[in-house]
């Protein structure tokens, strides 16, 4: 059976995995679904804020 996946090394560390698009949509797809129920979670539970683009874009630049 043929391998599905390639590796590619770059100073004899794997930098690179080249895989087929159907797996890789697949794996999107996944990612996309999980990062879906994170949201619903933290909706649910109330962890979101409510403000205006000015009041996020302040908020973020106290962040740093």
Known sequence: EEAREA????HGKVRFII???DAYNHYREMELALALEETKQDYQAGR???ESVAEHVKRLRKMK
């Open 7 to 10: 590796m590619i090394t770059v």
């Open 19 to 21: 895989i087929p698009v």
């Open 48 to 50: 979101y804020n409510t």
